[in-house]
């Protein structure tokens, strides 16, 4: 199951979350409307990349997990315009991030970057940045804005160092997990952790929300790495092979690497440097990388979910582990 | 004289603009620290893209000029912070600018996107539109941030609708003025705006300030636009002909046309698209389409001129307005 048949099929929470999904869409679209149809007709594209609309899931489950409560009446305007605001961040990553992977296809359909070509992408993953500040200016609390921008802060320093590694066959495992951590972790971390605050979650229940997010996350990214490497575009949706084009490592391949002696070390330079993608499954499945790949992620899951002990009891809670088991077996 | 000369001359407030200056530069460069060397690395790359300064000049001059005080002591950490935010947003979107103009030169040195890649240069955008937002954020006014984030909306507009009006020959005088407005007047008028909130300036007088910021912008822009067509690179520090090179038509080439009959048109449409630089600046002398350029610029100057009248006199206001005639003058 995808993570979002899994939040439609759940029982307690599946229908309020759907209703309340559609409203962050209705706020999204409004808040991304210009005074000019150019603008207009390229968000219109940009409706295609939203897809799972996982964070602003996990803004609202947060938001309720964080007192225990599973009721509509906890959730106000505020958690709608954060969660579409997380949305809009994460889709201007999405945006640039296909100019910086050269990708042609994202959730089935062609890359803004391929349609217009890449200066009009630079610019609208730049409108969409901006509109989130925007939007985030709207809720009148300055806290918000600040860790929202201290997330993108993070992210981009985790997309500068990842593009200082490129064509690095000797990265090492911890430069790989800082990077994915300020990434992809950080922003999710933020929803969970931001959701409980508005929730009317205490200190700890929020801190515990925040370290949950941030290694879902990291294991959300984990499995991304490993279907860009054993995937396919039919599969996926998207582009795939393009680290590997792109000459950045991820866990697979250092698991991979980490397990050779000198001899086999050459020859897996030589491989990857010829961009051989067929001939590294082979070598991930036949060695064990890809297992020992899966048990990290298993194990930071594993982390994610213990961190959710201190919560209160109840159907937010539970999907929230469910959704982080389904991190692991999701296949787009 | 340049702009940043014009102000280094002036008797009664060029000692204290350019200690202020310093003062902004210093929370501009630590607030852009990172815990990442690659990251530090680029930024002090960005140093170099720190030129004319004119954007913090014009939130310190206009919080003066709002209520005519010349004192220091009507400046404190807020107009720094301010300062330091306007001037990240406009190298942000210089950053990206340079990218889709494929720019080699900016103030005499190469790139970003040529040094590093456009990949590089991407992500050092947005990290520091990102770090902008985040400085913004700690002057803990939400409508400050609301200000800003409504101005970086607009910047993107403009540079979309640039975008979708390239190689149109026949873009008429008012979308290029659209253009240039939202491109380059809005955050100008922004300065002017906020830092005369800043200062305890009245409604009309922020006002006033707002009109003149966004004119003089304007005016700046067209200068840009004449510089890029008939200057060279050793004087402007950075890649000419590059409007044309990507076929986006500016004011002089706009008048040049317009003063065209049908046969003579057909002809401009060849030159331009072969980009025949050196004749069209042939042309645009001997038709008299830059003097119409140039009467425009001054003509909007002394519109932003006239918002001023209603400032109390002093030295602020003076350097303001000799500011706007510097506008005209410029080389570089």
Known sequence: MSLIEIVISNEALGSLLIEELDVVGDVFKKHLHSSDDDVNDLCTHIERYRGKMLRPTLVILSSLAATGSYSRENLDDRHRVLAAVVEMIHMATLVHDDILDESDVRRGGATVNTLYGNDVAVMLGDYLISKSFHLCSTLGDPSINMALGEVTNTLCEGEVIQLQNKNDLDMKQDVYLDIVGRKTGSLIGACCRLGAVLGGGDDEHCEALRLFGIEMGIAFQIIDDVLDLMGKTEVTGKSVGRDLDLGKLTLPLIKLRDGLNSRDRDEFDRIVKSRDRSELVE????????????????KIVATAQSRL??????????LLLELSRGVLTRHS
């Open 309 to 318: 002990e201190i919560l209160p009891a109840g159907p937010a809670r539970e």
């Open 283 to 298: 070598q991930l499945d036949s060695s064990g990388a890809l297992d020992q790949t899966m048990e990290s992620a298993r």
